[in-house]
C-alpha cells in the first residue's frame, strides 16, 4: 500500500513552454503533499507544501508565480513550471502522507526536466 | 526552520567493512529521523528510521542512533557489500502542527563500496 505515482517520468520542452506534473496517491487520501526539486549530485530541496483545498505553502526563495501548485483532490496534486527556462532543468518529486500524525513519507518516481 | 547537515560528501569502503555516515539538526521540535538511500535518477528509498523517544534502532545490517541533547543522528552499516553503493541521505521533520511536518534533507554522502 501507499503508492505515490509521478508523471511523467522524463519531459523535454523548449525555453518559454509550460510543463505539468501530476502527483498521485493511488491507495490512500493524502491531505498534504510535498514537492522537492533536486539538481544533480545536490539534495531534495523542499520547494512547497501542498494542502487539499488551500492554497500552497511555498519554500522561502521559490517563486510561487513560476511554480504553480494545485491540490484540488485528495488524491491528485499539480506542479506547473511556467514560461520554463534551462535553469529550472532538474528533478521534481512529489511525496505524500497518509495522515498527520504519521510523519512517514512516500515518494513518487520523479520528473526528470529538461528545458531546452 | 529546520536545518540539517550531514558529512562525510563521500565514503569509500572496501566490502565488508563498516560505514558510518553522521547528521545534526538544529530545531529542538524535530523529532523523526530517516534515512534514505537513492539510486541515480529513482526515488529516495526508505531504510530505517527513527523516532526521538528512542536512542538506537537496528534492523539487520544496518542500525541508526541519536543524541537528542548533542542534536545528532548516525546511520551505521555493518559487513558492507557492493549493492550498498547509492546515496545516503539523512532527514529530519517535526509533528508539530505549526511545522507543517515538513521532511528537510541533509547534503547526501555517497557511499563507494570497493569490492
Known amino acids: 500500500g501507499a503508492v505515490v505515482s509521478q508523471h511523467p517520468s522524463r519531459v523535454i520542452c523548449k525555453s518559454g513552454t509550460s510543463v505539468k506534473i501530476e502527483c498521485r496517491s493511488l491507495d490512500f487520501q493524502a491531505t498534504t503533499m510535498f514537492w522537492y526539486r533536486q539538481f544533480p549530485k545536490q539534495s531534495l530541496m523542499l520547494m512547497a507544501t501542498?494542502?487539499?483545498?488551500?492554497?500552497?505553502?511555498?519554500e522561502q526563495g521559490v517563486e510561487k508565480d513560476k511554480f504553480l501548485i494545485n491540490h484540488a483532490s485528495l488524491t491528485l496534486s499539480t506542479l506547473t513550471v511556467t514560461s520554463a527556462h534551462p535553469e529550472d532543468s532538474s528533478f521534481y518529486i512529489c511525496?505524500?502522507?497518509?495522515?498527520?500524525?504519521?510523519?512517514?513519507?512516500?515518494f513518487g518516481s520523479g520528473t526528470q526536466l529538461s528545458v531546452l | 526552520g529546520e536545518n540539517v547537515e550531514q558529512h562525510p560528501s563521500t565514503l569509500s569502503v572496501q566490502e565488508g567493512d563498516s560505514a558510518v555516515i553522521k547528521c545534526t539538526y538544529s530545531?529542538?521540535?524535530?523529532?523523526?529521523f530517516p534515512w534514505y538511500k537513492q539510486e541515480l535518477g529513482k526515488r529516495p528509498q526508505l531504510i530505517i528510521d527513527?523516532?526521538?523517544?528512542?536512542g538506537e534502532k537496528k534492523d539487520q545490517r544496518i542500525a541508526v542512533t541519536l543524541n537528542k541533547t548533542a542534536k545528532h543522528f548516525s546511520l551505521h552499516i555493518t559487513e558492507t557489500q557492493p549493492e550498498d553503493s547509492a546515496v545516503y541521505f539523512c532527514a529530519a521533520s517535526s509533528a508539530l502542527r505549526n511545522q507543517g511536518g515538513k521532511l528537510i534533507f541533509g547534503q547526501g554522502t555517497e557511499l563507494s563500496v570497493k569490492p
Open positions: 530545531d529542538s521540535a524535530s523529532n523523526y
Open positions: 511525496s505524500a502522507r497518509l495522515h498527520w500524525g504519521n510523519e512517514k513519507l512516500f
Open positions: 501542498s494542502n487539499e483545498g488551500s492554497k500552497a505553502t511555498y
Open positions: 527513527i523516532r526521538s523517544n528512542v
